[in-house]
């Protein structure tokens, strides 16, 4: 017996960072929105796991020891519940990783869902985020998907309406960038000014309403992206060659370094993808859209 659970990676439209906390992490105002990119996560028996197994782009660079967010998510849920975490999890991988689009708290949240189908174990939604937010701040909305508030450092999640699709490029890098390392350069660089509490724009909440993707690029923003391009200048040209093949807006994603570009429809989107194909500043290129559900046992 196994079980598969898909789950999709997530663009920031809104980051809002506020000072660094005594624990070290910021206070967050954080809209995500989950993209149709996704990771696919399946348990199975085994004797001598969690076992971790990997497959897909970049997959060379994802951790098969119990620092991987998977495994910290079988041992979690066995450990709650009173029982061995004899699990092999295999993760195909689509989604970049060290790309700024929550791939490694999707494969926690994917884990902590298959594991629980697994294991038939009965945890509430509550007990899974609950969880999730242990694991990492990203991890509940990887859960949850669709389009949400994170609050705290992101962990703590009010859902948001939609009024419709939007249409997403994303730009993988030629390397990865560190949340860790761009969070210390965010406070290198704030080190002179005094920091606002992080709020939500109710303008961009708005937009997410109405399903207004020039409303949305009108007010999406990332506190983070001044960091990320002090520590990856070249993402620089490629936030240019999107706006100029007609992107509404373009963005670092999240922490980086991965960039993504909001088209007014789908045939936009493929005419900046095709734009950014050849324009020498990326990797690779994708289209996706959102908001999609989040983990899901397929």
Request: aromatic share 4%; charged share 20%.
């Amino acid at each position: 017996m196994s079980v598969t659970v898909r789950v999709p990676a997530k663009v920031n439209v809104q980051l809002a960072v506020g000072a660094a906390r005594p624990d070290g992490f910021h206070e967050l105002a954080n809209v995500f929105l989950a993209v149709g990119l996704y990771d696919e996560v399946t348990a199975t028996p085994s004797p001598d796991g969690p076992r971790i197994t990997c497959e897909g782009p970049d997959a060379a660079q994802v951790p098969l020891d119990r620092t991987n967010l998977a495994a910290r998510a079988a041992l979690a849920l066995a450990e709650r519940y009173g029982r061995t975490p004899d699990v092999h999890l295999h993760i195909a991988k689509d989604i970049p990783v060290a790309g700024g689009m929550a791939g490694g708290s999707a494969d926690g949240a994917g884990a902590l869902l298959a594991c629980d189908a697994l294991w038939g174990t009965g945890a509430s939604c509550e007990e899974l985020l609950d969880i999730c937010a242990e694991l990492g701040s990203d991890v509940p909305f990887s859960l949850v998907g669709g389009a949400a508030l994170g609050t705290g450092r992101g962990e703590r999640l009010t859902e948001l309406e939609t009024g419709g699709a939007f249409q997403w490029v994303f730009a993988m890098a030629t390397r990865g960038l560190s949340t860790p390392a761009v969070f210390r350069e965010f406070d290198r660089l704030a080190e002179a000014r005094e920091i606002p509490e992080p709020v939500a724009s109710q303008e961009l909440i708005g937009a997410l309403a109405k399903g207004d993707a020039e409303a949305l690029a009108a007010t999406v923003s990332n506190d983070l992206q001044p960091a990320a391009l002090s520590l990856f200048p070249e993402l620089a040209d490629t936030l240019a060659a999107g706006r100029a093949a007609g992107a509404l807006v373009s963005l670092v994603s999240g922490s980086g370094p991965t960039t993504a570009f909001l088209a007014r429809d789908a045939e936009a989107a493929e005419a900046v993808a095709a734009a950014l194909r050849t324009s020498g500043t990326c990797r690779d290129v994708r289209t996706a859209s959102g908001p999609v559900a989040g983990a899901t046992v397929v």
